[in-house]
């Protein structure tokens, strides 16, 4: 069973900056490490949308073009970890976040429901 911990989330001011840590666990996640991990997120209102995806390596990612240029996903295989940077943020920012395991593939995908472990969430609040 895979286990997703997500932190890091909190109150910003817009413009500033935080740091999501997705800590995994588990035998399955250990074996299946390769497969991707994203990032989506989840407005007020809103339907669960894309944000990043990494590969195995780090070497491949993918943006929502909302984020494209501010956000940068990466991943330290030694610690299970997947880490999504948040600079310049803004307050259409505001949302929960979640961390999510790629299924049975090593492609990267921005589709909710290719992915099969998902994290509690944490909220992300951008004041204007």
């Known amino acids: 069973q895979v286990q997703l911990v997500e932190s890091g989330g909190g109150l910003v001011q817009a413009g500033g900056s935080l740091r999501l840590s997705c800590a995994a666990s588990?035998?399955?996640?250990?074996?299946?490490?390769?497969?991707?991990m994203g990032w989506f997120r989840q407005a007020p209102g809103k339907e669960r949308e894309f944000v990043a995806a990494?590969?195995?390596?780090?070497?491949?990612?993918s943006y929502a073009d909302s984020v494209k240029g501010r956000f940068t996903i990466s991943r330290d295989n030694a610690k299970n970890t997947v880490y999504l940077q948040m600079n310049s943020l803004k307050p259409e920012d505001t949302a929960v976040y979640y961390c999510?395991?790629?299924?049975?593939?090593?492609?990267?995908?921005?589709?909710?429901?290719?992915?099969?472990?998902w994290g509690q969430g944490t909220q992300v609040t951008v004041s204007s």
């Open positions: 999510a395991r790629r299924s049975g593939a090593m492609v990267l995908s921005t589709e909710r429901s290719e992915y099969d472990y």
């Open positions: 588990g035998r399955t996640f250990g074996i299946y490490a390769i497969y991707p």
């Open positions: 990494i590969n195995w390596s780090g070497g491949t990612t």
